[in-house]
């Protein structure tokens, strides 16, 4: 089984552009979350998907956004880019029907995002 | 607030040795803790889910243990490996009205040296 592929793996980006960012889940997963991680911060979560739905949401601006489409596929979205958006975006899927129950998160290598 | 601490933040240790790393919470009504292993510009991986009645829990090498009235949570690794260099991040899910919520621990970086 393939496992969660995010693309593209380095983007770079100048402040006050927007840039889109594309997760494909492992088959048959349904629940798509997407995280950011620096290293000041650590990882952060910002969103969960689910059946097309968003399901939880973190303490991230108007700025980050992101949907899924019927295949589960699930894209996320920075407009207006600030410096400090420059991070390891993470997606992970899960199987899970529940909200972060017991089955674990199966990550992506993630989209490296420089804005300069 | 919500807080997941991981302690140490790093450490260096010699292939075959044996270590432990902790993870103190805050997180509460608690849900699950998780421990993933990610390795240098890699995403997580799931080394162990833990529930509220669980107190140990292995995988391979690896063993997790939780005291839920402590809040307190710990990953041992057995016979070091120089495959086991990588951050160890500790994650706790909440449970909340509107949907658990995860927080994240700041993870411990692993170096092992032959």
């Known amino acids: 089984k393939a496992g969660v592929t995010q693309t593209p793996r380095y983007l770079i980006k100048t402040r006050g552009q927007q840039v889109t960012l594309s997760c494909s889940p492992i088959s048959g997963h349904r629940s798509v979350s997407w995280y950011q991680q620096t290293p000041g911060q650590g990882l952060q979560f910002l969103f969960e998907y689910f059946s097309e739905t968003q399901r939880n949401k973190g303490n991230f601006p108007g700025r980050f956004s992101g949907r899924q489409f019927s295949n589960s596929r699930s894209e996320m979205n920075v407009s207006t880019l600030e410096l400090g958006d420059s991070a390891l975006y993470l997606c992970a899927s899960s199987i899970e029907t529940g909200n972060f129950g017991n089955s674990p998160l199966h990550f992506g290598n993630g989209t490296r995002l420089t804005v300069t | 607030k919500n807080q997941v601490e991981q302690s140490p933040q790093s450490l260096i240790i010699l292939e075959g040795k044996n270590c432990t790393l902790q993870?103190?919470?805050?997180?509460?009504?608690?849900?699950?803790l998780r421990w993933y292993k990610q390795d240098t510009g890699r995403g997580p991986v799931s080394l162990t889910i833990?529930?509220?009645?669980?107190n140990t829990k292995s995988n391979g090498r690896y063993t997790a243990t939780l005291d839920a009235d402590t809040k307190q949570s710990s990953l041992h690794i057995t016979a070091s490996q120089l495959s086991d260099s990588a951050s160890y991040i500790c994650?706790?899910?909440?449970?909340?009205?509107?949907?658990?919520?995860?927080?994240f621990g700041g993870g411990t970086r692993v170096l092992v040296k032959p």
């Open positions: 833990m529930t509220f009645s669980e």
């Open positions: 994650v706790v899910s909440g449970l909340q009205a509107a949907g658990n919520k995860l927080t």
């Open positions: 993870c103190n919470y805050t997180v509460s009504p608690f849900s699950n």
